[in-house]
């Protein structure tokens, strides 16, 4: 399964976004759907998750109460809502899916089989 990230773009902080995943060639039923996020000079960094049953893990303590994951089997297509953007959520986010992920490891970047190009989502103060 091909994985494309959209949605990014510069917003001021206290501002929105949201970012969607879409699927191509294969469908996201049975996958968990991760969202992380890089920032400059920093290592990749769990935000959320949803696993196929609907079960979410997260999101981070930082984005808790602002940022929300939710997924649409029928448009293959998950989606991270972000709310009240702060300027150290500047990033570029990908999408990640896996369908053998166990609950112990879904924090885990290396756990994802798939993932998306990224998507750049720059707050500014």
């Known amino acids: 399964v091909q994985l494309q990230a959209s949605g990014g773009g510069l917003v001021q902080a206290g501002g929105s976004l949201r970012l969607s995943c879409s699927a191509s060639?294969?469908?996201?039923?049975?996958?968990?759907i991760g969202w992380f996020r890089q920032a400059p000079g920093k290592e990749r960094e769990f935000v959320v998750a949803?696993?196929?049953?609907?079960?979410?893990?997260g999101p981070t303590d930082s984005v808790k109460g602002r940022f929300t994951i939710s997924r649409d089997n029928t448009k293959n297509t998950v989606y991270l809502q972000m709310n009240n953007l702060k300027p150290e959520d500047t990033a570029v986010y990908y999408c990640?899916?896996?369908?053998?992920?166990?609950?112990?490891?879904?924090?885990?970047?290396?756990?994802?089989?798939?993932w998306g190009q990224g998507t750049l989502v720059t707050v500014s103060s």
């Open positions: 990640a899916a896996g369908n053998r992920i166990i609950l112990s490891n879904i924090r885990n970047p290396t756990a994802y089989d798939h």
């Open positions: 949803s696993r196929s049953t609907g079960t979410i893990t």
């Open positions: 060639g294969g469908t996201f039923r049975g996958y968990t």
